[in-house]
T-cell receptor, first 112, second 117 residues
């Protein structure tokens, strides 16, 4: 089942912050975040494993609430290069093949 | 990081012809590769899981006779779109993972933009 991402789109001015949410109706083993620019392949940002961990990558961090089956991606002091579509990919607990199911994406536009 | 190379990056073909897309893992052996399709402004939808040395596993609604997958070696998987039609025009992306590592990222190829005219 496809995870649900929100919001669908967001426009930020440089320096502003944003939060992108990803929720699933299934128990999750891991959540993977990717950013995709138009016409390009997705670029890996980070993986979060069950256990409620939080990770950071430059000014981008994420959390994973295993009990709520939710993950949030935090972008702080956004830069123009952050523009793109962000996808969360989820791997369900017990899934043996490591395949990911992706949400519909959140389009982020950062303007000067 | 690990590199996955996909070829060609763009292809235009006539309706009714077949197109082969290659996905190679350049610096690791991938026992499993995944093929996705992405229509404009939509998410990546898993088409099939390609397993080296065995038959691919197709997702519901994906025609295995139309989308032929071959994973003949640990570094190469191919997707052949047979008898292509305009509605097959899409962005096809492969991904691969290093075997034996449970919690690692999936590395994506550059994607192939297929246009059927």
């Amino acid at each position: 089942q496809q995870p649900v991402q929100s919001p669908q789109a967001v426009i930020l001015r440089e320096g502003e912050d944003a939060v992108i949410n990803c929720s699933s109706s299934k128990a999750l083993y891991s959540v993977h975040w990717y950013r995709q620019k138009h016409g390009e392949a997705p670029v890996f940002l980070m993986i979060l494993l069950k256990g409620g961990e939080q990770k950071g990558h430059e000014k981008i961090s994420a959390s994973f609430n295993e009990k709520k089956q939710q993950s949030s991606l935090y972008l702080t002091a956004s830069q123009l290069s952050y523009s793109g579509t962000y996808f969360c990919g989820t791997r369900s607990s017990g899934a043996g093949s490591y395949q990911l199911t992706f949400g519909k994406g959140t389009k982020l536009s950062v303007i000067p | 990081g690990a590199v996955v190379s996909q070829h060609p990056s763009r292809v235009i073909c006539k309706s009714g012809t077949s197109v082969k897309i290659e996905c190679r893992s350049l610096d690791f052996q991938a026992t499993t590769m995944f093929w996705y399709r992405q229509f404009p402004k939509q998410s990546l939808m898993l088409m099939a899981t390609s397993n080296e040395g065995s038959k691919a596993t197709y997702e519901q609604g994906v025609e295995k006779d139309k989308f032929l997958i071959n994973h003949a070696s640990l570094t190469l998987s191919t997707l052949t779109v047979t008898s292509a039609h305009p509605e097959d025009s899409s962005f096809y992306i492969c991904s691969a993972r290093s075997p034996g590592q449970k919690n690692t990222e999936a590395f994506f190829g550059q994607g192939t933009r297929l246009t059927v005219v």
